[in-house]
């Protein structure tokens, strides 16, 4: 579904990504680990065309996306959930959902779809119903996250890219989020999820990509990646998967 070739990208001529291929198929779960400054951000922002690449391609469902621009690959179907979760603090948790619901400009009945799409980000995460009038700033990060995948989701995405969305959260809290897009993955959603907490997300992934400095140094299926002694004395802090 979703293709990188040898892609080089980066800040005002820095280059950050120095030759990643990785790619997504359709329906699967696929977790991008790293450290810190790895370039996960880097490789999912320039999958959103937020960031500048200098070389390489990029394929989705067959077509060159390399030249697009952010807005032109949203209409795709292309949809960030972006690090640190970017919702509007002083709006509703309702409201910042709505702000998620654009991409269905030319739909008939349109405040109907809503409510719909509403309820059912209200089924993934029912404490999103009991706090929907609340402002988004006063939320748990948990709820925060909620907020923001929920916003990703109203979009119906075709391609979701998660940054990080277990960032500073509780494990009680991350096993719940991770559950969710366990479940979301069931209905046939493909997602690319970058995480430092390596060892969930491979746990989760159907295959995973290892980044060092801008560079994939290892790659395969979630659970060869969590018993492969190199990904595991540098990303995973234990001896290797139970
Ligand atoms: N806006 C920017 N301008 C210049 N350099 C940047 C910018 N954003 C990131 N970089 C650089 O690109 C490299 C990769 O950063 P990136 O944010 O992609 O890493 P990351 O793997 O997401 O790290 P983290 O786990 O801390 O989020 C780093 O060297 C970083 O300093
Ligand atoms: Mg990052």
Partial sequence: MLQLDNIRAGYKGT???HGVSMWVDAGTIVSVVGSNGAG???????????????????????RDITGLGPAEVVDMGIIQVP?????FGPLTVAENLRLGFHRQRRVKNREAAFRDKL?????????????????????SGG???MVA??????AEPRLLLLDEPSLGLAPLIVEKIFDVL?????????MLLVEQHADEALALADYG????????TVHGPGVELRSNAAVTSSYLGHAGAA
């Avoid at 690090?83 to 919702?87: K, M, N, P, S």
């Avoid at 309820?119 to 006063?138: M, V």
């Avoid at 995948?149 to 109203?154: D, P, W």
Wanted: no cysteine.
């Fill in 83 to 87: 690090e640190g979760r970017q919702l």
């Fill in 182 to 190: 366990s479940g979301l993955r069931a209905q046939g959603l493909t």
């Fill in 119 to 139: 309820d059912y980000i209200y089924d993934l995460f029912p404490r999103l119903k009991e706090r929907a009038g609340q402002r988004a700033i006063t939320l």
């Fill in 15 to 17: 280059e950050a990504l």
């Fill in 40 to 62: 996960k951000s880097t490789t999912v922002n320039t999958i959103s065309r937020l960031v500048t690449t200098y070389g390489g391609r990029i394929t989705f469902e067959g």
């Fill in 149 to 154: 995948i929920g916003r990703a989701l109203m």
């Fill in 209 to 216: 990509f290892v980044l060092s400095v801008g560079k994939v």
């Fill in 143 to 145: 709820e925060q996250q």
